[in-house]
């Protein structure tokens, strides 16, 4: 195959893959864009929410995602539903991790939620399984099976949040 036909079906490759993740909305791309736009907005914070309530298969990540749609949702409701919806995103979670239990990403999802809810809610038991798994999958990296976005997403997220003990923060720094 000559230059130019590899760089043509290159081209094509990534046209393909742009096209699929816009026309997917549960694409892993898809949702994490979403899913930091409904993070900072209530009305992005609906609209994923209605999206992510449709989903009814059992991929994983997926799972966790709708999961924190749940608790999006909790954020942005009345006191009545709050425990509602936290209590339906912690039944997701635990779904999504018995599918696939060495998923990093879904591990944060889980840890980026159960880290802000108030301890007496009871919700909140997988904090340092969450954040210990993150941390000894960060410090494989780049064999952790995290992109670069998602690496640099969690580590910053376990840094900045203080999730992290001074040694362990140090290794991170340097990678």
Same mark, same amino acid.
Do not use: C
């Given at each position: 195959?000559?230059?130019?036909?590899?760089?043509?079906?290159?081209?094509?490759?990534? @046209?393909?893959?742009?096209? =699929?993740?816009?026309?997917?909305?549960?694409?892993?791309?898809?949702? !994490?864009? %979403?899913? %930091?736009?409904?993070?900072?907005?209530?009305?992005?914070?609906?609209?994923?929410?209605?999206?992510?309530?449709?989903?009814?298969?059992?991929?994983?990540?997926?799972?966790?995602?709708?999961?924190?749609?749940?608790?999006?949702?909790? !954020?942005?409701?009345?006191?009545?539903?709050?425990?509602?919806?936290?209590?339906?995103? =912690?039944? %997701?979670?635990?779904?999504?991790?018995?599918?696939?239990?060495?998923?990093?990403?879904?591990?944060?999802?889980? @840890?980026?939620?159960?880290?802000?809810?108030?301890?007496?809610?009871?919700? =909140? %038991?997988?904090?340092?399984?969450?954040?210990?798994?993150?941390?000894?999958?960060? @410090?494989?990296?780049?064999?952790?099976?995290?992109?670069?976005?998602?690496?640099?997403?969690?580590?910053?997220?376990?840094?900045?949040?203080?999730?992290? =003990?001074?040694?362990?923060?140090?290794?991170?720094?340097?990678?």
């Amino acid at each position: 195959m000559n230059r130019l036909s590899r760089i043509f079906l290159t081209l094509l490759l990534t @046209l393909a893959t742009i096209v =699929s993740t816009e026309a997917n909305p549960y694409s892993v791309v898809s949702l !994490r864009r %979403q899913y %930091q736009q409904a993070a900072a907005s209530k009305e992005a914070g609906e609209k994923f929410h209605q999206l992510m309530a449709a989903y009814n298969q059992q991929d994983a990540v997926v799972l966790a995602y709708k999961a924190a749609a749940e608790a999006i949702r909790a !954020r942005d409701a009345s006191m009545f539903n709050k425990l509602t919806y936290v209590q339906n995103a =912690s039944q %997701q979670f635990e779904k999504a991790v018995k599918l696939d239990t060495d998923n990093a990403e879904i591990r944060f999802l889980r @840890l980026s939620v159960e880290s802000n809810l108030p301890a007496f809610l009871g919700l =909140s %038991q997988h904090v340092d399984e969450d954040r210990q798994f993150l941390v000894s999958t960060l @410090l494989k990296h780049p064999a952790s099976g995290l992109d670069a976005d998602s690496f640099a997403l969690v580590r910053s997220f376990l840094l900045d949040r203080g999730h992290v =003990s001074e040694a362990d923060a140090a290794k991170l720094a340097r990678l």
